[in-house]
């Protein structure tokens, strides 16, 4: 069988996508573009209402493929099929499996019986008790990219319920995975060659607070993943400020591998907007976790997600975000407006600000940042740094061919080498020597390794 998977949302889409297609081949099942597939499965996000919209025009869009073979059939994943579940069949004949967060584990036979014609429409949207474990797919090569990166998930869920998000209820209640069954998966990955990995979960902050966990902290799970043979970098997303331990703070200034930055997602810089929004944090409280951060690790690099135009937020509350923004000189962040979502608390809460007032708050807001982020990569030029190469730039315009990798931090360099091929996953020694609006150039100064 040809199957063709199309992923919207966070990293943790990514990785789910990436097991599956690693479940998928260890069946025998092959990765296909979208002309030759005959299953499409659409990874999906709910978070706000424009990803959502999405999905149902890419159903609509996938609808003109089954003209070409009766046998072609579409499966929808993630959050979107846990908050719509069986309603899917109703509206799309051609969906054939839906499948929520923790019934992912259960779609690869699933799948199987549809395509053999055992089973007609199937729909695994139950949560379960404990962390899902999946089957350790026998062709890993999905999940250890050329690139030399990998997810590793350590818990599922989330029991924060921030009064405008659903994942609480897309993604269930927060279960940590057991920490045994973490280190095994990034042994056996560094076994197979990554270097890079990054820790996922919605909150990865609370690791081990519910029963999941055996005892072992984020902080102590960190410490036992930095000291794996061959991971030379290690990060993870994401990151609630209410939760983070001094312990996690301090891990930045004692583990050499643990990448200089953090996404600590701040939402507003009102106390009022974070108070309604249910983030249980204040602006002093943040500002105190940013200067932990930096006295641990001086050249910590810190991203955040931000919304405007949360309901009541004015104008006043609006500067406060801009005020913290410039204070906290956060190098990039995600920005968006309010979205109401079905069955949030804020779906209730009034005055609801003006479409156009959020619009152009937004655009405020993404000004300034892109003033900081250039003034932070300006800050770089100069620096020696090592890079881990990803593969080609999109621009090709030197004599030379053009690499993209990271630096330790996660900003993307450009740099010009005598490689054509082949430096994917290696680390180079790189000069920082120009900054980009997004992204910096830089010279090789040594060997890749
Ligand atoms: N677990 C992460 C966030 C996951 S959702 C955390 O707590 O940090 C990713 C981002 O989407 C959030 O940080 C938030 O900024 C944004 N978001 C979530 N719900 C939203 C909504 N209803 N409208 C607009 N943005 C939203
Ligand atoms: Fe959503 Fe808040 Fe949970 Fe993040 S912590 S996933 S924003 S409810
Ligand atoms: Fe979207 Fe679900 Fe992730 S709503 S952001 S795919 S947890």
New binding site residues.
């Given amino acids: 069988m040809k199957f063709h998977i199309t992923t919207f949302g966070?990293q943790m889409n990514v990785h789910d996508s990436q097991w599956l297609t690693a479940a998928l081949e260890s069946r025998g099942w092959e990765a296909a573009g979208e002309d030759d597939a005959q299953v499409y499965i659409l990874n999906t996000c709910s978070?706000?209402d424009k990803p959502e919209q999405k999905v149902y025009s890419e159903l609509g869009r996938v609808a003109a493929h089954l003209k070409r073979d009766e046998n072609v059939f579409a499966a929808v994943g993630g959050c979107v099929a846990q908050q719509v579940g069986e309603g899917f069949f109703d509206r799309f004949p051609h969906v054939k499996l839906v499948f929520g967060s923790d019934g992912i584990a259960g779609a690869p036979n699933a799948l199987e019986r549809i395509a053999r014609g055992r089973d007609d429409r199937v729909a695994l949207l139950d949560f379960m008790p404990k962390f899902a474990e999946r089957e350790q797919p026998e062709k890993v090569s999905a999940l250890v990219p050329e690139t030399r990166q990998a997810f590793v998930n350590i818990m599922q869920g989330?029991d924060?319920f921030?009064a405008?998000?659903?994942?609480p209820y897309t993604r269930g209640r927060q279960k940590s995975r057991h920490p045994e069954a973490i280190l095994e998966e990034c042994r056996m990955l560094a076994g197979n060659g990554v270097r890079e990995i990054t820790l996922l979960g919605?909150?990865v902050n609370s690791f081990g607070l519910d029963k999941g966990g055996a005892g072992v902290t984020f902080a102590g799970l960190l410490t036992s993943v930095a000291a794996i043979d061959g991971v030379d970098r290690l990060r993870f997303t994401?990151?609630?400020p209410k939760d983070i331990a001094p312990e996690v703070i301090a891990a930045f200034g004692e583990l050499e591998n643990l990448c200089p930055s953090l996404?600590?997602?701040m939402?507003a810089g009102s106390d009022k907007v974070l108070k309604a929004m249910r983030r249980r944090y204040d602006i002093e409280r943040y500002l105190a976790i940013v200067d932990g951060l930096r006295s641990a690790r001086p050249d910590i690099s810190l991203t955040t997600?931000?919304?405007v135009g949360?309901p009541g937020e004015t104008e006043e509350d609006f500067r406060q975000t801009l005020d913290m923004v410039e204070r906290v000189g956060f190098e990039s962040s995600?920005?968006?407006?309010?979205?109401?979502?079905p069955g949030?608390a804020?779906v209730n809460m009034e005055p609801k600000v003006d479409p156009e007032e959020a619009a152009e708050r937004l655009l405020r807001l993404q000004t300034l940042q892109n003033n900081i982020t250039r003034k932070c990569l300006k800050k770089m030029v100069g620096v020696q740094t090592d890079v881990l190469m990803e593969g080609l730039s999109r621009m090709q315009d030197g004599p030379l061919a053009s690499w993209k990798g990271r630096d330790p931090a996660g900003r993307i360099v450009n740099v010009p080498m005598e490689f054509e091929a082949g430096l994917a996953g290696m680390l180079v020694p790189v000069k920082i020597m120009e900054a980009k609006k997004h992204s910096l150039n830089g010279e090789r100064t040594g060997e890749p390794w």
């Fill in positions: 966070c978070v706000r989330c924060n921030c405008y998000c659903i994942v919605q909150n994401t990151s609630h996404h600590l997602p939402q997600d931000l919304i949360f995600f920005s968006f407006k309010y979205s109401d979502r949030v804020a």
